[in-house]
């Protein structure tokens, strides 16, 4: 099938490729000319695993174009996927304005059928709403069809999540265009949910909102483990194992960030007020992820008052592990905090290499504790689980460890010396 995939970005790139791989010809558009040009030499401008490797060879195969001719790979292709971002406006809904700017370049150049497919992420209603702005635009009917098809990549696993999903969530107006996606997604073996396109925006909704109150209930339970000296691990062990609950997603720590948990509650509480719906449960959990970074900061000047002139070394910069993504990562949050304080920062991130004023940045784990006061630990990559303890503490100028993410045990890192830090950790 012929397929233009508008907006190369984590979720875009993602499409592209997978759906290259699976035998469509693809052409990635992007107004961004920069992040097309060093597309088209062959790097790729986001750290994912395994997505370099597919891209590389589409590319090599003819399966996979870059260009920043949207109109034209609009006017050339019958499948559109559009997936460009929706980030949070001041207000807390989302911003639709690269949506709407994508419709309307759909509307100057459609001439035959498109399938017109949204994955962004967007409020209940709008893609009804794209329907309209179509037919007010006096785009005949009978030449496009809107499909919901919201994403549930997982940034670090987004190559595996896109083509091995739990579920394919089809939001359609008419039964038509449902044989059009069982097509492009021949290769992926997941069941359909099919519902009506507002249906599929609140799945997509909903579900972020419920992995969040997952989140945000853990931690909530730590500040009372803490208070009750409980392992929270324990608990979330002794919870996971009901299947009613599930393991997932209860793990305890600085609390949820990135480009989608965030915005997507705030989106969803702004929907549910213009309804006059005040949602009492995921404004909680909005709260307690807000705060979680308070309640490890206190604990920290419990135990340093004055972190005036420390050097803090902060472990992790990225939201969650093996991505380069440090939109609202609590890392970032937290070394802004540090840096108010009047705290000097270094920092490690395998990946991350921050620009930052009053940062410094390390490319070796061992060499960004030497002389720091305090060690943090924000982000819970694989490299910091199997670290040499002794070596970190000689090298460190003080004792203090804080675990943000519940990764390191503290037995260790006490039997070498350090004064351990965490939340429902003891
Ligand atoms: C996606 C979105 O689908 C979002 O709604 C969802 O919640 C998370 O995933 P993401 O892939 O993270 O967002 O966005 P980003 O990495 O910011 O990439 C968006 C791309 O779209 C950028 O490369 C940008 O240049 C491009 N873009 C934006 C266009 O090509 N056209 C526009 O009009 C605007
Ligand atoms: C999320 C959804 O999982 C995905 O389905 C959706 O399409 C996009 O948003 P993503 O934001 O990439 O994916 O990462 P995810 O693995 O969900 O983690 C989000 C945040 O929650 C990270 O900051 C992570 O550290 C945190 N988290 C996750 C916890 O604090 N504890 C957990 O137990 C799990």
């Given amino acids: 099938m012929n397929i233009c995939v508008i907006g190369a970005g984590y979720v875009g790139l993602t499409t592209a490729a997978v759906l290259s791989d699976c035998g469509h010809y693809v052409d990635c558009v992007d107004i961004d000319s920069k992040r097309i040009a060093v597309l088209k030499k062959g790097i790729v401008p ?18 996979l174009t870059f260009s920043t001719k949207v109109k034209e790979k609009i006017a050339e292709n019958p499948i559109i996927f559009i997936t460009v971002g929706t980030p949070s406006l001041e207000d807390g809904s989302p911003n639709l304005s690269y949506v709407k700017s994508v419709v309307d370049d759909i509307a100057a150049s459609i ?14 209603g709008t893609n009804e709403e794209i329907h309209n702005m179509l037919l007010e635009k006096n785009v005949d009917p009978s030449l496009f069809d809107i499909v919901s098809n919201p994403e549930f990549l997982r940034e670090g696993t987004a190559v ?17 265009p449902l044989q059009v996606m ?11 949910i099919v519902t009506s396109l507002t249906g599929a925006e609140m799945i997509k909704y909903a579900s972020n909102a419920f992995l969040a109150t ?7 339970i730590a500040r009372i483990c803490d208070a009750y000296g409980v392992n929270v ?16 997603f209860l793990r305890a720590g600085l609390g949820y960030g990135g480009s989608c948990f965030p915005k997507d509650l705030q989106g969803l509480t702004y929907s549910a007020k213009k309804k006059n719906i005040h949602p009492e449960l995921i404004t909680s959990v909005q709260n307690v992820n ?11 000047k419990s135990a340093i008052p004055d972190l005036n002139g420390k050097q803090i070394t902060v472990w992790g910069l990225s939201f969650k592990p093996d991505t380069d993504d440090i939109r609202y990562s609590a890392s970032i949050r937290l070394i802004d905090k540090l840096l108010e304080e009047g705290a000097n920062i270094h920092a490690y991130d395998p990946i991350v290499k921050l620009d930052k004023p009053n940062i410094i940045c390390h490319s070796n784990v061992y060499e960004s504790v030497k002389q720091s ?12 689980k199997g670290i040499d303890w002794l070596k970190v503490k000689e090298e460190m100028n003080g004792n203090i460890v804080l675990d943000g993410r519940n990764i390191i045990d503290p037995r260790t890192v006490k039997y070498v010396g350090f004064h351990y830090l965490g939340v429902g950790q003891l």
């Fill in 290 to 300: 807000d705060t979680q970074i308070d309640v490890y900061f206190k604990k920290l």
């Fill in 214 to 220: 997952k989140i945000s209930f853990i931690n909530e």
């Fill in 233 to 248: 691990s324990d608990v979330s062990l002794g919870l996971g194992t009901d299947p009613r609950i599930g393991p997932l």
């Fill in 373 to 384: 006061d305090v060690l943090i630990i924000a982000t819970e990559w694989k490299e910091f």
């Fill in 111 to 124: 001439t035959s059928h498109k399938t017109i497919i949204v994955k962004s992420t967007v409020p209940p």
């Fill in 160 to 176: 595996k999540d896109m083509l091995e999903p739990d579920k394919i969530v089809i939001g359609i107006k008419r039964p038509e």
């Fill in 46 to 63: 986001i750290f994912e695993p395994g997505l370099k490797e597919i891209i590389d060879k589409s590319i090599q195969n003819n399966f």
């Fill in 182 to 192: 069982q097509k492009i997604y021949k290769q992926v073996h997941a069941p359909y």
